[in-house]
Protein backbone atom coordinates (compact mmCIF):
# COMPACT_ATOMS: atom_id res chain seq x y z
CA UNK A 1 0.00 0.00 0.00
CA UNK A 2 1.40 3.27 -1.09
CA UNK A 3 2.03 5.91 2.57
CA UNK A 4 -0.21 8.76 1.90
CA UNK A 5 0.51 12.10 4.06
CA UNK A 6 -2.20 15.13 4.94
CA UNK A 7 -2.64 17.97 7.34
CA UNK A 8 -3.46 17.01 10.40
CA UNK A 9 -5.83 19.62 10.67
CA UNK A 10 -7.61 22.37 8.71
CA UNK A 11 -10.00 24.94 9.71
CA UNK A 12 -13.01 27.32 7.41
CA UNK A 13 -15.66 28.45 7.86
CA UNK A 14 -19.66 28.24 6.58
CA UNK A 15 -19.80 28.43 2.90
CA UNK A 16 -16.61 28.14 2.00
CA UNK A 17 -15.01 26.09 -0.50
CA UNK A 18 -12.39 23.17 1.23
CA UNK A 19 -9.59 21.71 -0.76
CA UNK A 20 -7.78 18.82 1.50
CA UNK A 21 -4.67 17.49 -0.29
CA UNK A 22 -3.20 14.25 0.07
CA UNK A 23 0.31 13.45 -0.92
CA UNK A 24 1.13 9.88 -2.37
CA UNK A 25 4.13 9.77 -4.01
CA UNK A 26 4.85 5.77 -4.33
CA UNK A 27 0.92 5.19 -5.60
CA UNK A 28 1.33 2.13 -8.29
CA UNK A 29 0.14 1.87 -11.52
CA UNK A 30 -3.37 -0.10 -9.75
CA UNK A 31 -4.02 1.65 -7.06
CA UNK A 32 -7.11 3.71 -6.26
CA UNK A 33 -7.51 6.85 -4.66
CA UNK A 34 -10.26 7.07 -1.77
CA UNK A 35 -11.54 9.50 0.88
CA UNK A 36 -13.19 8.71 3.88
CA UNK A 37 -15.21 11.22 6.41
CA UNK A 38 -15.56 10.14 9.79
CA UNK A 39 -17.59 11.90 12.65
CA UNK A 40 -17.12 11.33 16.05
CA UNK A 41 -18.51 7.87 17.81
CA UNK A 42 -19.15 6.32 14.06
CA UNK A 43 -17.08 4.02 11.63
CA UNK A 44 -15.49 5.90 8.60
CA UNK A 45 -17.94 6.30 5.54
CA UNK A 46 -16.82 6.53 2.01
CA UNK A 47 -16.62 9.71 0.40
CA UNK A 48 -15.45 9.20 -3.17
CA UNK A 49 -13.29 7.21 -5.30
CA UNK A 50 -10.67 8.00 -8.28
CA UNK A 51 -8.26 7.08 -10.58
CA UNK A 52 -7.16 9.89 -12.44
CA UNK A 53 -8.64 13.34 -13.41
CA UNK A 54 -11.88 14.40 -11.93
CA UNK A 55 -14.36 12.78 -10.21
CA UNK A 56 -17.50 14.26 -9.03
CA UNK A 57 -20.65 12.97 -6.47
CA UNK A 58 -23.34 14.67 -4.90
CA UNK A 59 -20.88 15.02 -1.86
CA UNK A 60 -17.98 16.07 -3.13
CA UNK A 61 -15.28 16.52 -5.92
CA UNK A 62 -12.05 14.70 -6.02
CA UNK A 63 -9.13 15.90 -8.39
CA UNK A 64 -6.23 13.52 -9.13
CA UNK A 65 -3.25 15.40 -11.76
CA UNK A 66 -1.41 13.37 -14.37
CA UNK A 67 1.12 11.95 -11.99
CA UNK A 68 -1.33 11.02 -9.75
CA UNK A 69 1.16 11.97 -7.25
CA UNK A 70 -1.02 13.49 -4.85
CA UNK A 71 -4.72 13.91 -5.00
CA UNK A 72 -7.24 17.19 -3.80
CA UNK A 73 -10.79 16.36 -2.08
CA UNK A 74 -12.71 19.48 -2.85
CA UNK A 75 -15.88 20.09 -0.45
CA UNK A 76 -18.50 22.76 -1.70
CA UNK A 77 -19.74 25.04 0.63
CA UNK A 78 -19.28 23.68 3.77
CA UNK A 79 -21.33 23.54 6.92
CA UNK A 80 -21.08 22.97 10.33
CA UNK A 81 -22.25 19.45 10.00
CA UNK A 82 -18.92 18.57 7.53
CA UNK A 83 -16.88 19.11 10.37
CA UNK A 84 -15.32 15.64 10.82
CA UNK A 85 -11.94 13.76 10.51
CA UNK A 86 -11.39 12.95 6.44
CA UNK A 87 -8.58 10.11 5.72
CA UNK A 88 -7.12 9.52 2.04
CA UNK A 89 -6.24 5.84 1.41
CA UNK A 90 -4.59 4.94 -1.44
CA UNK A 91 -4.39 1.14 -2.81
CA UNK A 92 -5.26 -1.43 -5.42
CA UNK A 93 -7.58 -4.17 -3.78
CA UNK A 94 -8.23 -5.79 -7.21
CA UNK A 95 -5.04 -7.99 -7.30
CA UNK A 96 -4.73 -8.35 -3.66
CA UNK A 97 -7.16 -10.76 -1.96
CA UNK A 98 -5.85 -10.47 1.13
CA UNK A 99 -7.08 -6.73 1.17
CA UNK A 100 -5.33 -5.13 4.45
CA UNK A 101 -6.83 -1.87 5.08
CA UNK A 102 -4.90 0.59 6.75
CA UNK A 103 -5.84 3.92 7.79
CA UNK A 104 -3.41 6.85 8.05
CA UNK A 105 -4.02 9.86 10.48
CA UNK A 106 -6.21 11.88 8.56
CA UNK A 107 -7.09 15.08 8.56
CA UNK A 108 -9.22 16.83 10.95
CA UNK A 109 -11.42 19.73 9.64
CA UNK A 110 -13.02 21.90 11.87
CA UNK A 111 -15.65 24.51 10.27
CA UNK A 112 -16.70 27.62 12.21
CA UNK A 113 -20.36 29.71 11.85
CA UNK B 1 -28.36 -4.74 0.03
CA UNK B 2 -25.73 -5.17 2.47
CA UNK B 3 -25.36 -4.53 6.34
CA UNK B 4 -23.38 -4.97 8.93
CA UNK B 5 -23.91 -5.02 12.54
CA UNK B 6 -22.24 -5.35 15.73
CA UNK B 7 -22.26 -5.83 19.43
CA UNK B 8 -22.83 -4.75 21.98
CA UNK B 9 -22.54 -1.20 21.53
CA UNK B 10 -21.03 -0.18 24.68
CA UNK B 11 -19.91 -2.27 27.69
CA UNK B 12 -17.86 -1.58 31.21
CA UNK B 13 -15.42 -4.23 32.01
CA UNK B 14 -13.00 -4.67 34.73
CA UNK B 15 -9.20 -5.30 34.53
CA UNK B 16 -9.12 -8.72 33.99
CA UNK B 17 -12.21 -10.14 32.94
CA UNK B 18 -12.64 -11.54 29.26
CA UNK B 19 -14.16 -9.62 26.29
CA UNK B 20 -16.23 -10.75 23.44
CA UNK B 21 -16.88 -8.33 20.37
CA UNK B 22 -19.47 -9.72 17.61
CA UNK B 23 -19.97 -8.95 14.39
CA UNK B 24 -21.95 -10.53 11.22
CA UNK B 25 -22.34 -8.98 7.46
CA UNK B 26 -25.81 -10.06 5.58
CA UNK B 27 -26.25 -9.31 1.49
CA UNK B 28 -22.54 -10.53 0.94
CA UNK B 29 -20.28 -14.04 0.43
CA UNK B 30 -16.74 -14.15 1.49
CA UNK B 31 -16.08 -10.60 2.10
CA UNK B 32 -12.87 -9.59 3.73
CA UNK B 33 -13.72 -9.20 7.95
CA UNK B 34 -11.54 -6.51 9.55
CA UNK B 35 -10.96 -5.23 13.11
CA UNK B 36 -10.28 -2.22 14.19
CA UNK B 37 -9.94 0.13 17.20
CA UNK B 38 -9.92 3.86 17.90
CA UNK B 39 -8.61 5.08 21.37
CA UNK B 40 -9.98 8.64 22.33
CA UNK B 41 -8.89 11.40 19.68
CA UNK B 42 -6.71 9.12 17.54
CA UNK B 43 -6.42 7.27 14.43
CA UNK B 44 -7.90 4.00 13.41
CA UNK B 45 -5.71 0.67 14.57
CA UNK B 46 -6.03 -2.25 12.27
CA UNK B 47 -6.37 -5.04 15.12
CA UNK B 48 -7.50 -8.07 12.58
CA UNK B 49 -8.57 -9.47 8.99
CA UNK B 50 -10.09 -12.09 7.42
CA UNK B 51 -10.02 -13.62 3.62
CA UNK B 52 -11.98 -16.42 4.90
CA UNK B 53 -13.07 -18.75 7.40
CA UNK B 54 -10.53 -19.39 9.66
CA UNK B 55 -7.93 -17.20 7.85
CA UNK B 56 -7.12 -14.67 10.47
CA UNK B 57 -3.93 -12.53 10.32
CA UNK B 58 -3.31 -10.30 12.89
CA UNK B 59 -1.74 -7.06 13.64
CA UNK B 60 -1.10 -6.57 16.24
CA UNK B 61 0.02 -9.13 18.73
CA UNK B 62 -1.22 -8.20 21.78
CA UNK B 63 -3.87 -10.02 24.56
CA UNK B 64 -6.70 -9.89 22.02
CA UNK B 65 -7.39 -12.51 19.17
CA UNK B 66 -10.03 -13.08 16.42
CA UNK B 67 -11.96 -15.94 14.99
CA UNK B 68 -14.29 -15.96 12.37
CA UNK B 69 -16.39 -19.17 12.89
CA UNK B 70 -18.45 -18.43 10.05
CA UNK B 71 -18.23 -16.87 6.48
CA UNK B 72 -19.72 -13.72 7.83
CA UNK B 73 -19.42 -13.76 11.44
CA UNK B 74 -15.71 -11.91 13.05
CA UNK B 75 -15.36 -12.21 16.65
CA UNK B 76 -12.90 -10.28 18.45
CA UNK B 77 -11.66 -11.61 22.09
CA UNK B 78 -9.68 -10.88 25.14
CA UNK B 79 -8.61 -13.53 27.78
CA UNK B 80 -8.15 -10.87 30.52
CA UNK B 81 -8.63 -6.94 29.32
CA UNK B 82 -5.99 -4.10 30.33
CA UNK B 83 -6.84 -1.05 31.10
CA UNK B 84 -5.40 0.25 27.69
CA UNK B 85 -7.34 -2.08 25.71
CA UNK B 86 -10.75 0.65 26.16
CA UNK B 87 -11.66 2.35 23.10
CA UNK B 88 -13.74 2.33 20.34
CA UNK B 89 -13.88 -0.73 18.34
CA UNK B 90 -15.02 -0.90 14.57
CA UNK B 91 -15.64 -3.92 12.45
CA UNK B 92 -15.82 -3.57 8.78
CA UNK B 93 -16.29 -5.54 5.70
CA UNK B 94 -14.64 -5.36 1.70
CA UNK B 95 -15.17 -6.86 -1.32
CA UNK B 96 -12.29 -9.23 -2.41
CA UNK B 97 -11.51 -8.11 -5.59
CA UNK B 98 -12.97 -5.02 -5.61
CA UNK B 99 -11.38 -1.70 -6.98
CA UNK B 100 -9.25 0.36 -4.66
CA UNK B 101 -10.07 0.34 -0.64
CA UNK B 102 -13.75 0.71 -0.78
CA UNK B 103 -14.72 -0.42 3.13
CA UNK B 104 -17.88 -0.50 4.79
CA UNK B 105 -18.19 0.05 8.89
CA UNK B 106 -20.51 -1.20 11.35
CA UNK B 107 -22.02 0.96 14.58
CA UNK B 108 -18.92 0.22 16.69
CA UNK B 109 -18.36 -0.62 19.97
CA UNK B 110 -16.87 1.41 23.49
CA UNK B 111 -14.86 -0.68 25.81
CA UNK B 112 -14.34 0.68 28.65
CA UNK B 113 -11.85 -0.79 30.90
CA UNK B 114 -12.40 -0.04 34.86
Known sequence: LAKTTQPISMDSYEGQEVNITCSHNNIATNDYITWYQQFPSQGPRFIIQGYKTKVTNEVASLFIPADRKSSTLSLPRVSLSDTAVYYCLVGDGVYSSASKIIFGSGTRLSIRP | ?114
Open chain 2, 1 to 114: SQTIHQWPATLVQPVGSPLSLECTVEGTSNPNLYWYRQAAGRGLQLLFYSVGIGQISSEVPQNLSASRPQDRQFILSSKKLLLSDSGFYLCAWSVPGSSGNTIYFGEGSWLTVV
